[in-house]
């Protein structure tokens, strides 16, 4: 998920009283740090630092809990540590950013996934971990691939870590700051501030293809906070009803309309502002597929629970 409002920042030599953005056309990529001679550093206490040293705390911090709970101390540090705070929030929402995704079966054959996904000196390090383990396997005097059938599964499972589980909503030690007789309005509102923008956008970077959050807001009939939905389809449905792979297709689903063969499966993502797209991109290269995924969507759910599929299930709950 890239970030909306990337800052080239400046800063003075002196401890600062003040940081400002302005999100405007004209100063969009600016952070303004003004001073005022001591006026901070008496409330800041042993934190009365340079702004560099205390940026240097900040990107000694690598979860949100502890950036916030800095940022939280004083409004000084509230402002120095926005972008790290926002960097942090991004990451932890997407540290998949512009890599290639699939959802791969384990009767996907090695050499039936989708063209070009892996590189030759990719594909030579799979078989060379997937013939290691049948060698060192306890039951077997020789290598039995049975055991590790070289496929990207099987590589996946051996090789590759669980990514952290995210839980919806700020993390719960905000428990701990509601009884500190704190803004909760302000606590939230910097840690949700990586999302404020309105207007989102998922981006294939591999086929230049997007869908816009607007698309899946009308199509869910609810209102969006940033990137996210809060019901059971969004930008991660789009993404995951594309990007299954595999050789059988069999799915345990009613559903039969080639899942496990996805358009996007082993493409490159990312998640980002319309503003940003537009700066960044050349958007008349780029298609809006955003009907034919929630067509797809609706079709898949349709499958399942039939052509009142809508009055069947709570599209707003997870």
């Known amino acids: 998920m890239d970030d909306p409002c990337p800052h080239r920042t400046t800063y003075p030599s002196a401890a600062c009283s003040e940081v400002r953005h302005r999100d405007c056309l004209q100063f969009r990529n600016i952070l303004i740090i003004t001073c005022r001679a001591d006026s901070s550093k008496s409330s800041l206490g042993a934190l009365a630092l340079p702004v560099e040293i205390i940026l240097m705390i900040f990107h000694e911090l690598k979860n949100v809990e502890d950036a916030l709970f800095l940022s939280i101390a004083h409004p000084t540090l509230e402002a120095i540590g926005a972008t790290h705070l926002h960097a942090l929030r991004l990451a932890e929402h997407a540290p998949w950013i512009g890599g290639r995704l699939v959802c791969v079966g384990d009767y996907a054959d090695l050499d039936d996934l989708p063209a070009g996904m892996l590189s030759p000196i990719e594909r030579e390090e799979l078989e060379t971990v997937l013939c290691r383990a049948n060698h060192s396997s306890d039951d077997a005097d020789e290598a039995d691939t049975s055991n590790h059938p070289p496929t990207l599964y ?9 990514v952290a589980h995210l839980t919806e909503g700020p993390p719960l030690s905000m428990a701990l ?12 509102g910097m840690y949700d501030a990586a999302f404020d923008a309105d207007e989102w956008v998922l981006c294939n970077l591999s086929k230049q293809e997007y869908v816009l959050s607007r698309t899946i807001k009308d199509f869910i ?3 969006t906070k940033g990137p996210f939905c809060r019901g059971r389809i969004g930008f991660g449905t ?29 493409d490159r993502f990312r998640v980002t502002t319309v503003d940003k797209f537009e700066e960044t991109e050349n958007t008349a290269e780029w298609t809006d597929v955003g009907a034919q995924v929630v067509a797809a969507i609706e079709e898949i759910w349709r499958s399942d629970d039939g052509e009142d599929w809508r009055n069947n299930i709570d599209l707003h709950r997870f």
């Not at 099987?154 to 669980?162: D, E, G, I, M």
């Not at 007789?181 to 302000?186: F, Q, S, T, V």
């Open 238 to 266: 789009a993404i995951l009803t594309r990007i299954c792979w595999s050789s059988d297709s069999s799915t345990a689903m009613p559903y039969k309309l080639g899942l496990h063969r996805g358009e996007w499966a082993g």
């Open 221 to 223: 009939g609810e209102e």
């Open 177 to 188: 700051l509601s009884m500190c007789n704190l803004d909760m309005a302000r606590c939230y």
């Open 154 to 162: 099987n590589f996946a499972q051996k090789t590759y870590t669980n």
